[in-house]
């Protein structure tokens, strides 16, 4: 898909975009099904999940589940394009357009370092390969919000099957998932070989 991270990010959106509104829905579900029988999630004590836009996985049955469950539910609060937290929803109908009207809690209570026990991070990307290495918008911040977790903390990326590539370039400071869930599969990055040998597309 090329070699830099713009080609790839230019490539993954129209792939992503000429999905149908119908076909994404369909892979959603799918997608949020395998997602409450994962391991990790069922047994969180707190889940991380995004407001989706632009053909992403949708959250909202997690979402659902999770709140009816007793778990934690945070969302990205955006403060600028550098700045940031998770912010608890108490209800699902507390989800308010912020900044770059996505949708964020409209509470005040802040994902704190005890949270963090038992949390599972799901987040999306245009594009993921085998090795965990993640494709954003280009603003970078995930990569700063996660670097800030600790290592107790579970990230899985949440994805259609066609936007694992074979290749990310990654830099020092890009932070990895631990698990992939698609359509089709959960990928455990864990588990792939460091080198290029082994990737599949």
Request: glycine residues 10%; contains cysteine; neutral net charge.
């Amino acid at each position: 898909m090329g070699e830099t991270k713009e080609t790839v990010r230019t490539i993954a959106r129209q792939r992503r975009d000429a999905l149908s509104v119908a076909d994404a829905a369909d892979k959603s579900r799918l997608i949020q099904e395998t997602v409450l029988q994962f391991s990790p999630y069922m047994f969180s004590r707190a889940v991380a999940l995004y407001s989706s836009m632009q053909n992403e996985v949708a959250t909202a049955g997690i979402r659902d589940h999770a709140l009816k469950e007793g778990k934690r539910v945070f969302y990205p609060r955006v403060a600028g394009d550098t700045g940031g937290d998770f912010a608890e929803l108490k209800r699902a109908g507390d989800l308010r357009p912020g900044r770059y009207g996505i949708l964020e809690p409209a509470g005040n209570v802040l994902l704190t370092q005890r949270d963090e026990e038992g949390l599972v991070v799901f987040v999306p990307a245009l594009a993921f390969d085998l090795r965990g290495n993640r494709l954003g918008r280009g603003k970078g911040w995930y990569d700063r919000a996660l670097s800030r977790l600790g290592a107790e903390v579970t990230v899985a990326g949440l994805a259609y099957e066609f936007q694992i590539v074979d290749r990310i370039p990654a830099e020092r400071w890009d932070c990895k998932v631990d698990h992939i869930i698609t359509e089709s599969r959960v990928v455990d990055c864990g588990d792939r070989p460091s080198s290029d040998s082994g990737w599949v597309s």
